[in-house]
């Protein structure tokens, strides 16, 4: 009797962890990739280092999902980080947990998560496809028959499970082909939009601050209905704005805001004491030195340099001691650095963003397998469907997790 014969198109993430559970149920797998390599954008991942997944429990991982996290409960709790970690361990991958529960193989390279996956695509004889891509699907009675590639060769399979990825980082292939395939069986795709992406500010002086970086900060806005969102995380500025983990943070919440809208944020570059213990040290200095000049006093806690930008904007002599600030100027500075007023008008777009938000409409998807509502034996995985999560490791997991499933039910 002939093997059940499983095409998985795309070769991230998704793709191969759906290939490889497929093909470890005894199925003939063909992995069919446009690149000339696997897991290109899982190569760039979190630098280079690879968030693989968050120790962070099914349920705690669906809040992190900001988009349709209720239709990731079976993926999650079927398919949880300790499986995948045990998974990557038992076949030699070294695992490390950060803060915030962020798992990476403790070699700090992705590239040794991509070759796990090679090596156990191999050993269970799943054949890969580069520099492949698929045309359209073959359907027959309103079922999957086989795809036709671009070069108008025919594949035949019982199943066919679409792990394309969105349309962040196109370097990487990410084109959106399966937006397309699907939208041509009918499925509604949800406009996409940048996710995890760094954010432009309307004010000019910010490229004055470029480069100067933040451990720690806390932005808050409001975005519906004056309901509080309210991120903390590492700050950078940039020529044209922020970055860093806090304004990716921000980035998913506001992913759905229409273009031009402008929005106004609050940062708090000092989230970790109070205005009261601030006005307190403005007052009396370090250890009640107040012969120090302000610059000196908040160096001890601020990058100098966001100092000196910051008494300049207000006229301030960054020399002056603390005994020569006006109260009104203390006020001020107490201001700018708990208060800091911005305005975000947009962000870098899809082509800097490490996500896509939208794309295949979950509601058309079954949660229990990853299979169409719409179409027989047809399979989705990973960023191709609108889902997408906060930074920590969620939306790898839930790449993954939705690949094994679909890779199990196929």
């Excluded at 559970?21 to 199925?27: E, F, G, L, P």
């Excluded at 349709?68 to 038992?90: A, C, P, Q, R, T």
């Excluded at 499925?187 to 954010?199: D, F, M």
Aim: proline content about 2%; glycine content about 8%.
């Amino acid at each position: 009797m002939a093997k059940v014969r499983i095409i998985v198109i795309g070769g991230g993430a998704a793709g191969m962890m759906a290939a490889l559970t497929a093909a470890r149920q005894n199925k003939e797998v063909i992995l069919i990739e446009k690149n000339s390599e696997l897991g290109k954008k899982l190569k760039i991942t979190g630098g280079g280092r690879c968030n693989i997944t968050n120790t962070a429990s099914p349920e705690e991982m669906m809040k992190k999902t900001l988009r349709n996290g209720k239709f990731l409960y079976h993926s999650f709790n079927v398919f949880s980080s300790s499986i995948l970690m045990k998974e990557l361990e038992d076949g030699g991958v070294k695992l490390k947990v950060e803060e915030e529960g962020r798992v990476l193989p403790t070699s700090d390279s992705s590239q040794e998560i991509i070759d796990y996956f090679t090596k156990e695509l191999r050993k269970n004889q799943v054949k890969i496809l580069f520099n492949s891509s698929v045309k359209e699907l073959l359907i027959d009675s309103n079922r999957v028959t086989g795809v036709l590639l671009s070069n108008d060769k025919i594949i035949e399979g019982n199943s066919v499970i679409i792990a394309t990825g969105g349309l962040s980082y196109p370097s990487t292939g990410s084109t959106g082909d399966g937006y397309r395939i699907a939208k041509e069986l009918r499925h509604r795709i949800v406009p996409v939009k940048a996710s995890l992406v760094p954010l432009k500010l309307m004010e000019e002086w910010v490229i004055n601050l470029m480069g100067i970086s933040f451990e720690n900060v806390r932005i808050t806005t409001s975005i519906k209905n004056n309901k509080k969102t309210i991120v903390e995380g590492g700050l950078i500025f940039t020529h044209f704005g922020i970055s860093g983990p806090a304004v990716l943070k921000l980035s998913s919440y506001l992913a759905n805001i229409r273009e031009k809208t402008y929005i106004p944020i609050i940062i708090d570059f000092m989230p970790q004491v109070s205005r009261e213990a601030l006005e307190e040290l403005l007052l009396k200095g370090v250890e009640g030195n107040r012969n120090k000049s302000i610059k000196n006093t908040l160096g001890h806690f601020l990058p100098k340099a966001f100092t000196e930008k910051l008494l300049s904007i207000h006229q301030i002599s960054s020399d002056d001691a603390l005994n020569q600030l006006t109260k009104s100027n203390r006020n001020k500075i107490l201001s700018s650095i708990m208060e800091f007023e911005a305005t975000v008008i947009g962000s870098m777009g899809l082509k800097e963003a490490i996500v896509t938000a939208g794309g295949v409409d979950v509601k058309e998807i079954n949660p229990k397998n990853m299979e169409s509502k719409l179409v027989k034996n047809l399979y989705f995985a990973g960023e191709v469907m609108d889902v997408d999560a906060l930074t920590g490791g969620y939306n790898l997991h839930i790449a993954l997790s939705t690949g094994y499933i679909a890779g199990l039910n196929s």
